[in-house]
């Protein structure tokens, strides 16, 4: 899982309440991804960062919210309106494309279940 | 619109034996092209990515990937397979359904086990 860590691991709120997922990486990257994995679905996108103050939606970024205040931080708010907010989430980073390099690295993730 | 297919939810093969996991993919333009696997609970690994070269890709843990352009395929393999091995495969394209060029877009994964 490399430099991204992700806190808590699991997370339980009730409906109604907005819940704040961490993501910070030390690896120096400009770019931040979220994800939300599904059973069977793959990974679909939320939100993507590619530099600090600068966020755009993703696939699914209905109910969702962002902030990129810091390069190493991009925390994931999920709100109320998210209709089925359980789910595994996961964040990614990628180096400066420049580079050469296009491979993105996740986090652990984290298990929100919301009852 | 970029997308890839993993046709095969589940893989069984034998401890040993040789290991194919298949993905197709559509692009636009010249594909960049992800493989990544899963272990329960955890995040996704990098295995190998293609973007420009020799057809044939090698990565980590012993994978490979061969690039087909007139297949516009990109399977996994290894020869041979471990218990280990065990997980959730994914195949990943860059590029998103919205036009993004930095997203990744995924399979739907495959579950290989690996049987003793």
Known sequence: ?115 | AQSVAQPEDQVNVAEGNPLTVKCTYSVSGNPYLFWYVQYPNRGLQFLLKYITGDNLVKGSYGFEAEFNKSQTSFHLKKPSALVSDSALYFCAVRGGPSGSARQLTFGSGTQLTVLP
């Open chain 1, 1 to 115: 899982d490399g430099g991204i860590t992700q806190s808590p691991k699991y997370l339980f709120r009730k409906e109604g309440q907005n819940v704040t997922l961490s993501c910070e990486q030390n690896l120096n990257h400009d770019a931040m991804y979220w994800y939300r994995q599904d059973p069977g679905q793959g990974l679909r996108l939320i939100y993507y960062s590619q530099i600090v103050n600068d966020f755009q939606k993703g696939d699914i970024a209905e109910g969702y919210s962002v902030s990129r205040e810091k390069k190493e931080s991009f925390p994931l708010t999920v709100t109320s309106a998210q209709k089925n907010p359980t789910a595994f989430y996961l964040c990614a980073s990628s180096i400066e494309e420049g580079l050469g390099t296009y491979e993105q690295y996740f986090g652990p993730g984290t298990r929100l279940t919301v009852t």
